[in-house]
């Protein structure tokens, strides 16, 4: 019935009866007895020393006396360890708090945050891990996370779903003549990313070593390649059909026309109250009346024209398209200052917004120390006068964004708004401010709960603030605040962070992205979920890591552009704009697949599981299906090092079924980074090749 696997496994459980043995031997000396007498005497223990030996038989758990025991805590918090956010920490949370799991306390183990993963190479001479396993209760959110172990491809154990306030799971995993194991903490699809996960007292019994090893391959280099045409010189009106205002409110728009420069404009249907420049086409003013006005926008330089009619709505919604620009964070965090901002403009002026880029953002780190005595915060000695400076992003056509928090401080431990929202709120409009970014980070100090009702009030208290001011401003409801997609719209904000920051790691892209299929029905014109800034170009320097070019692989950075503009997100660099290369530019000026994210019908994104990877797509208003075909595989782990290399210079296979879309008639098939028709006449199924980590971006239009 119960079977030993192998001469290792026979010859580790001879030595194990033999040890009770001479155990039980030298008890019998010591007692000065006789064998004989021992067994007349001793016969009950005699039995169950024998029980427990057949025991330790029939569950292989027969290690060797001289076996090691190798704790995960001791081993360290290796840079092979892949965490999705944050670092592993040693003795404590993720966080930095002593572990508490179910008010049980405990002293030592690892902190992780899924999705995490710990690798190690056991060389097959490991006999079991031990150890326990639960959600922190230091945590204001109930998160759902997953504890796993696999060993060589196989899976071990399972914790099951487990969230605050679980009792903490005990494991006991037989290794034997598992060569590589996987310890792995798992997001369970509720799109939360707080969750705090404890690996408590885990320790290996082997007899060699526990060595961590690399998690992925670290990737093949190769070299960019350009899939969007070059820009033709003839005119090009790239505007969404749509822009939003309200009543009354400063109104700036412009002709986003690409081309040779010099261009002039003309602009037919204006409402009553905006006026623009022709040499420009810049359109500023305000207007008073309700109401949707169909305009043409005609643009002209010497090799031609070209004309387009978009409208212009004045009412109760702005963002009608996801906003475009840039943040300073990711790239200049604290030292961002006047003169970086007048650059980035100047840049975005010139390269980037003939395409719809328009937002000028900076992040935390431009607060003065303290208020005036009337209550303003002021800018710092890096902004000694906001209302110039913002003049001119203005005077370019180009709009300015500003970020705060509604507690006593921000994320970066500066002056927030808490007690001051309205004169906050005034001041900004004063200086023209267009865009806001707020945090939740400081309120964690002042809310009396975690309840959404209770995250919400301080977001719904700075909407009011800000509408009373009487300007439109974009408002992003920021970092910090679980679920927001559900109350974000009612709290007033016209997009919402709805992950943890950002880094330029595939992993964490993958994260990211691909987890918005749980927020994605959110998304409607004005209502956008965000995940967080671009990582595309030179990015570091904001984050604790030299300025760097992206980590990300050519193939990764078009699967993250198609992602982000399939999502509707919200597209912020966070670049160097300085140092923005070719290759970056013709990710982020293609006209086609800027068009998918600027789309009139933001429609929610669906996602499909499928064998390769995922297939996301969603529908556009003029009738056609945006698909991209991702190969992407969040769990992937590198148990043959051969095999990964392999699988990086492969093709992936994604077959497309069009009456699951809805097509019952024949449909062209048009690559959007390569502004191509492929396919014609496509009838049924159609099948594509994508690289690895990379992507196929489609269209797909009835014939």
């Known amino acids: 019935m119960f079977e030993l696997k192998n001469e290792r496994d026979k010859m580790y459980n001879g030595c194990c009866v033999k040890r009770i043995f001479f155990v039980f031997l030298q008890l019998n000396k010591k007692c000065k007895k006789t064998f004989r007498t021992t067994i007349i005497m001793h016969g009950k223990i005699i039995v169950r020393v024998f029980i427990f030996a057949a025991v330790m038989l029939l569950n292989g758990a027969y290690a060797n006396i001289e076996a090691n025991e190798v704790w995960l805590h001791e081993i360290g918090v290796s840079p092979h360890y892949l965490q999705d956010w944050g670092s592993p920490q040693i003795n404590q949370t993720v966080v930095g708090t002593p572990f508490s799991i179910a008010g049980t306390h405990y002293e030592t183990g690892v902190g992780t945050h899924a999705i995490s993963r710990f690798f190690f190479k056991l060389n097959k001479k490991a006999h079991r891990v031990q150890g326990i396993v639960g959600a922190d209760d230091k945590n204001d959110f109930h998160t759902k996370l997953q504890f796993k172990i696999i060993g060589d491809r196989k899976e071990l154990w399972r914790s099951g779903v487990m969230t605050k306030g679980d009792m903490a799971k005990p494991f006991d995993v037989n290794l034997s003549g598992v060569d590589k194991v ?33 998690v992925w391959a670290k990737p093949i280099p190769k070299q960019p390649y350009i899939l969007t045409p070059a820009e033709p010189k003839n005119p090009r009106i790239n505007n969404p059909g749509v822009y939003g205002a309200t009543p009354g409110a400063d109104f700036l728009w412009y002709v986003m026309a690409s081309g040779e420069k010099p261009m002039n404009y003309e602009i037919k249907g204006l409402p009553k109250g905006l006026q623009y420049d022709k040499t420009t086409g810049i359109i500023t003013g305000r207007v008073r009346e309700k109401g949707d006005y169909t305009v043409t926008f005609i643009a002209k330089n010497k090799y031609g024209e070209d004309k387009k009619n978009v409208v212009i709505k004045i009412g109760d919604r702005i963002a009608l398209t996801p906003p475009m620009g840039w943040n300073s964070w990711n790239c200049w965090r604290f030292s961002c200052d006047d003169e970086k901002v007048r650059q980035a403009a100047d840049i975005m002026h010139e390269k980037l917004q003939a395409y719809g880029w328009n937002f000028v953002n900076i992040d935390d780190g431009w607060e003065a120390e303290t208020r005036t005595k009337e209550g303003v915060l002021l800018g710092n000695e890096q902004f000694p006068d906001f209302k110039k400076m913002i003049d001119y992003v203005h005077s370019k056509g180009l709009k300015f964004g500003l970020y705060s928090s509604p507690g006593n401080h921000t994320c970066g431990n500066r002056l927030g708004t808490y007690g001051y929202v309205e004169t906050d709120a005034k001041t900004w409009a004063e200086w023209g401010v267009d865009y806001l970014k707020y945090d939740y980070c400081g309120y964690m100090d002042i809310q009396k709960d975690a309840e959404e009702k209770t995250i919400q009030e301080p977001y719904v208290w700075m909407r009011e603030a800000m509408d009373k001011a009487g300007r439109d401003v974009v408002y992003c409801v920021g970092y910090g605040a679980p679920n927001v997609w559900r109350w974000g719209a009612e709290a007033g904000g016209n997009q919402w962070r709805t992950t943890r920051d950002i880094t330029d790691e595939w992993n964490v892209v993958l994260a990211i992205g691909t987890f918005q299929d749980v927020c994605a029905y959110a998304t409607e014109p004005g209502r956008y979920n965000d995940p967080d800034m671009m990582v595309l170009g030179y990015v570091g320097g904001g ?28 597209m912020l660099l966070g670049c160097d704009m300085a140092l923005i290369d070719d290759f970056t530019l013709s990710l982020i000026t293609n006209p086609e697949v800027i068009a998918v994210n600027q789309d009139i019908l933001c429609a929610p994104a669906v996602k499909k599981i499928v064998e390769n990877g995922q297939i996301w797509y969603k529908p556009l208003s003029d009738g056609s299906i945006a698909l991209g075909c991702f190969n992407v595989d969040p769990y992937y782990v590198m148990w043959d090092e051969t095999e990964a290399e392999t699988m990086q210079q492969r093709e992936y296979e994604f077959t497309v079924d069009l009456n699951a879309l809805g097509f019952n008639t024949p449909v062209t098939v048009r690559d959007i980074w390569k502004n191509k028709d492929e396919m014609t006449g496509v009838n049924g199924k159609f099948t594509v090749k994508v690289p690895y980590h990379g992507v196929k971006f489609v269209k797909l239009t009835k014939e």
Not at 186 to 212: L, R
Not at 543 to 552: D, E, F, S
Request: include cysteine; charge should be negative.
């Open 543 to 570: 984050w604790n890591t030299p300025k760097h070019k992206t980590l990300l692989t050519p193939d990764e950075q078009y699967s993250h552009v198609s992602l982000w503009m399939l999502l509707s997100a919200p």
């Open 182 to 214: 996987l310890l792995l903490v798992e997001e369970c699809g509720d799109g939360i990313m707080y969750d705090h996960a404890d690996w408590i007292n885990v320790k290996f019994i082997t007899d060699g070593e526990v060595e961590p090893i690399p």
